[in-house]
């Protein structure tokens, strides 16, 4: 261990030795001046800065792209009784969501009558049965089943009247 030692001590003695301060720099310092006596480059300057008006964007009261075209098809008045949507009924808490932010959850049976439950966008779940209201299109439910929710809507016909739509929520799967 101790041999280690002295030996290491040598070596680091000998390393030391040869960086001893009569080094000859002659060359290196022949090719510094050199190089500094080389003529020096040009830059060029940076162009001038061009300035772009500002794009205003006026398609933005049109369709957009990345939806598909509607077809708009000339619907003719319906003969029949006319149908339009009870403006001076209280609206009932679920008639404030599409039936889009609507979800059937599941059934419950009480005696002869079968209530769906109804997830809204908010995550409240609520028990509707057979004429009451849903949706912002007037939505009546004609019909819960099982597995689903029969509803009839008053939707405008395009043409200044009303018509009725048929409408089945399904029960949401996963739930």
């Keep these: 261990m101790q041999a280690a030692k002295i030996t290491m001590s040598l070596v680091a003695v000998a390393l030391l030795g040869a960086c001893s301060p009569d080094t000859d720099y002659s060359d290196l310092n022949a090719f510094m001046d050199e190089v500094d006596s ?30 598909p075209p509607v ?25 404030q969501f599409t039936i889009g ?12 009558t079968t209530y769906a439950l109804i997830q809204d966008a908010e995550g409240g779940v609520h028990r509707v049965q057979s004429g009451d209201f ?13 597995t689903s929710i029969e509803l009839i809507e008053i939707v405008p016909d395009g043409i200044g009247g009303w018509v009725e739509r048929e409408r089945t929520v399904s029960l949401a799967t996963g739930a």
């Design 101 to 112: 932010q609507l979800a059937m959850v599941g059934t419950l049976a009480q005696g002869p």
């Design 38 to 67: 080389r003529p020096r480059g040009r830059i060029e300057p940076l162009p001038p800065i061009e300035t772009v008006p500002p794009f205003s964007y006026l398609a933005s009261n049109k369709r957009s792209p990345f939806e």
């Design 71 to 95: 077809v708009l098809k000339r619907v003719e008045r319906q003969s029949g009784p006319k149908v339009e949507p009870d403006f001076n009924r209280v609206k009932q808490y679920l008639e």
């Design 134 to 146: 849903m949706g912002t299109d007037h939505g009546r439910i004609r019909g819960v089943g099982e």
